[in-house]
């Protein structure tokens, strides 16, 4: 009986996989950073103010208890989102939106992040006659 697979074929398919997982790594660790920026410039500014918010907003469902209107904290819907106001004040959210409106666009950054990842995860960085080139000319001499 012939072997499905031979160490070459294995050793090729470890290297592969190694390469696209650190390629998917490098661009989900970009496009959190795209979204957190988004997600300051757009959200927080415009749909909702959360009075103890900072930069890692975007990263903030991930962590339990810190979501939006979690914990008991109190969410007050209004016509226009005013920042600057004392952590003591309830978060406002703008008229229209609610907490699982906000969960969705959440999920929806995340979704895109991941595939996006995987699609240039799986598309080869380094033109193929680029890697020959650089393979002939380290074993030319």
Same mark, same amino acid.
């Given at each position: 009986?012939?072997?499905?697979?031979?160490?070459?074929?294995?050793?090729?398919?470890?290297?592969?996989?190694?390469?696209?997982?650190?390629?998917?790594?490098?661009?989900?660790?970009?496009?959190?950073?795209?979204?957190?920026?988004?997600? *300051?410039? +757009? #959200?927080?500014?415009?749909?909702?103010?959360?009075? @103890?918010?900072?930069?890692? &907003?975007?990263?903030? /469902?991930?962590?339990?208890?810190?979501?939006?209107?979690?914990?008991?904290?109190?969410?007050?819907?209004? *016509?226009? +989102? #005013?920042?600057?106001?004392?952590?003591?004040?309830? @978060?406002?959210?703008?008229? &229209?939106?609610?907490? /699982?409106?906000?969960?969705?666009?959440?999920?929806?950054?995340?979704?895109?992040?991941?595939?996006?990842?995987?699609?240039?995860?799986?598309?080869?960085?380094?033109?193929?006659?680029?890697?020959?080139?650089?393979?002939?000319?380290?074993?030319?001499?």
């Amino acid at each position: 009986m012939a072997q499905l697979w031979s160490l070459g074929s294995i050793r090729v398919f470890m290297i592969r996989m190694f390469k696209n997982t650190a390629k998917f790594a490098i661009v989900m660790f970009l496009m959190t950073i795209v979204c957190s920026i988004v997600w *300051q410039d +757009v #959200v927080t500014e415009y749909l909702y103010d959360n009075t @103890d918010d900072n930069i890692m &907003g975007f990263i903030s /469902p991930l962590f339990g208890d810190f979501w939006i209107g979690e914990g008991g904290f109190p969410v007050v819907t209004v *016509q226009h +989102v #005013v920042h600057g106001r004392s952590m003591s004040d309830p @978060d406002e959210i703008k008229q &229209g939106w609610s907490i /699982p409106k906000l969960f969705c666009l959440w999920l929806s950054f995340v979704s895109v992040s991941i595939v996006f990842s995987i699609v240039i995860a799986r598309i080869r960085w380094i033109p193929l006659q680029s890697t020959k080139q650089i393979y002939e000319d380290s074993h030319a001499a």
